[in-house]
């Protein structure tokens, strides 16, 4: 099993930059990708940005240019790097690992990510 946590949500205004943290852990073998995702209320879940182990990486229009996904494979640990945040970014950010092994994924518990001034 592999247990994800993710730190770093807040309010922050709009313009402003936040950091995103997401710490795996647990059966962390065989992890191959991981994933920022967002939830805003009533909506479904969303992609935002995603990394593999090698560094590859792709983003969601709306994001792109704005927050960049980085990775620590020593420290088996993804950020999220988001500036010149909007209102629209507003959400509950999941953090997502995607095990080749078992082509199972694994989520977060989530954090909040508020923009508003």
């Known amino acids: 099993q592999v247990q994800l946590v993710e730190s770093g949500g807040g309010l922050v205004q709009p313009g402003g930059s936040l950091r995103l943290s997401c710490a795996a852990s647990g059966s962390i073998f065989g992890i191959y990708a991981m994933g920022w995702y967002r939830q805003a209320p009533g909506k479904q879940r969303e992609l935002v940005a995603t990394i593999t182990s090698g560094g590859s990486t792709n983003y969601a229009d709306s994001v792109k240019g704005r927050f960049t996904i980085s990775g620590d494979n020593a420290k088996n640990t993804v950020y999220l790097q988001m500036n010149s945040l909007k209102p629209e970014d507003t959400a509950v950010y999941y953090c997502?690992?995607?095990?080749?092994?078992?082509?199972?994924?694994?989520w977060g518990q989530g954090t909040q990510v508020t923009v508003s001034s």
């Open positions: 997502n690992a995607l095990n080749i092994l078992t082509t199972k994924d694994y």
